[in-house]
């Protein structure tokens, strides 16, 4: 029987846990979610028909903070999935110190036929549904997959009708002219680069190529930034295939190639290779920023990259991930590889409680003191524990959620 995604959540979880041997009860406190919300979103489409989507809210556990977490928007979208990415947020937002829990939601459809008018709706919808229950205080929700700062404001929007006042910090993601915060676009990127500089020394590397697999968001912003440090990116991909040059790419090129054409492969100065041969290329570091479950026990082996920087969510699995370590290879989990969309969503959930701005500049300073930190934690945890980077991850968040749970006395006994 294949895994489904709540099975990986918990695996990589499951084996911190044993390490730490800590108590069943424990483990049954942290790995059930003390909210799931489930609503009916009526929605009158552009041709008068009243549709009905399902929208879902999963609140993992507040003991740090209130949940955060993004909204996705999906025909593919369900609970599952949506409590497996909420248990994620929990640990990620614990990994990278920001006073949050993990909090996640979805709606189950399809933005790509649906009208402007109609995502509109729709969002005002799911708010009017959850607004009970999210709030600056309780839960902030975000942008996810096929969600964007205009939906998030026409989502603030909607909270501000429903309260009568603006809660600008009620939802992060936000366009910077509703208190959004400088730095927010480029976040999940930046913070990744970050992260890779701190491993590239760690390991006492010079200027490593690299491959990207995926050339969304967070893939083009990581190769824009990478090249413009000096890196020789050698290999990039997108949904339609992938290209690679030994010699190295240009990296400015192929993203106004893509803005143009949809696709890196109309770039001619490089050869054609597909996605999972990227994966397997002689590269010295490998970014994975597309779809999950790419690298697994069936092509591990035939990695190369000396060090795997988990941009996508879930990229490598959890055996995978020990594979590569027991081969002397580093694979940076998602949980802290990723995590700088959510600590940038923290800055703008403060700069929204303060009324005060900052710029890009304190943005990014803030950002890549709370990367470098998170990573030399994982860092020294994988030391002390002799196991691969993801599993460090959870021994670390595991243990300061414990640290919490005991000043709040959750765990006393009698």
């Not at 790995?31 to 609503?39: H, S």
Request: net charge positive; glycine share 10%; hydrophobic share 40%.
């Amino acid at each position: 029987m294949a895994k489904t995604i709540w099975d990986e959540a918990l695996e990589q979880f499951n084996k911190a846990a044993k390490k730490l041997n800590i108590d069943e009860s424990v483990v049954e406190i942290l790995t059930n979610p003390k909210r799931i919300i489930q609503v009916s979103i009526p929605v009158r489409m552009d041709n008068a028909k009243i549709k009905v989507f399902q929208g879902f809210r999963v609140q993992f556990n507040d003991f740090r903070g209130p949940t955060k977490g993004g909204i996705r928007y999906h025909p593919n979208v369900t609970l599952e999935e949506v409590k497996a990415l909420a248990f994620w947020m929990t640990w990620k937002n614990t990994v990278v110190d920001v006073p949050f829990g993990g909090g996640k939601g979805g709606v189950m459809c399809n933005p790509k036929e649906m009208s402007p008018g109609e995502i509109e709706r729709l969002s005002r919808g799911y708010i009017e549904a959850m607004h009970k229950f999210i709030g600056p205080e309780k839960d902030i929700p975000a942008p996810d997959v096929y969600t964007n700062p205009q939906i998030m404001a026409w989502m603030m929007d909607e909270y501000h009708k429903i309260e009568g006042h603006n809660v600008f910090g009620m939802i992060t993601g936000k366009p910077i002219e509703l208190g959004g915060s400088e730095g927010r676009g480029q976040a999940t990127a930046q913070g990744g680069v970050y992260v890779l500089e701190e491993a590239v020394k760690a390991l006492k590397m010079t200027k490593p190529s690299i491959a990207i697999q995926g050339f969304g968001n967070a893939g083009m912003t990581a190769a824009e930034l990478l090249s413009k440090d000096g890196y020789k990116i050698i290999a990039v991909s997108d949904s339609k295939g992938g290209i690679y040059n030994s010699k190295g790419l240009d990296i400015k090129k192929i993203i106004q190639i893509k803005k143009e054409t949809g696709t890196v492969t109309n770039y001619e100065l490089a050869n054609k290779i597909s996605n999972e041969e990227l994966l397997e290329l002689e590269v010295d570091v490998l970014i994975p920023a597309a779809l999950e479950g790419v690298i697994t026990s069936k092509n591990v082996n035939n990695v190369k990259a000396k060090i795997i920087l988990e941009l996508a969510n879930g990229p490598v699995s959890t055996e995978a991930r020990e594979k590569l370590y027991n081969k002397g290879q580093i694979s940076i989990p998602d949980i802290l590889a990723n995590s700088g969309g959510v600590a940038v969503s923290y800055f703008e959930w403060v700069q929204n409680k303060i009324g005060y701005p900052w710029s890009e500049k304190e943005v990014l300073e803030k950002l890549k003191k709370k990367m470098i930190a998170a990573f030399d934690e994982v860092y020294s945890t994988s030391k002390e524990f002799k196991v691969d980077f993801g599993t460090a991850a959870y021994i670390y968040a595991i243990k300061k959620m414990i640290s919490v749970l005991d000043w709040r006395g959750t765990m006393k006994k009698g």
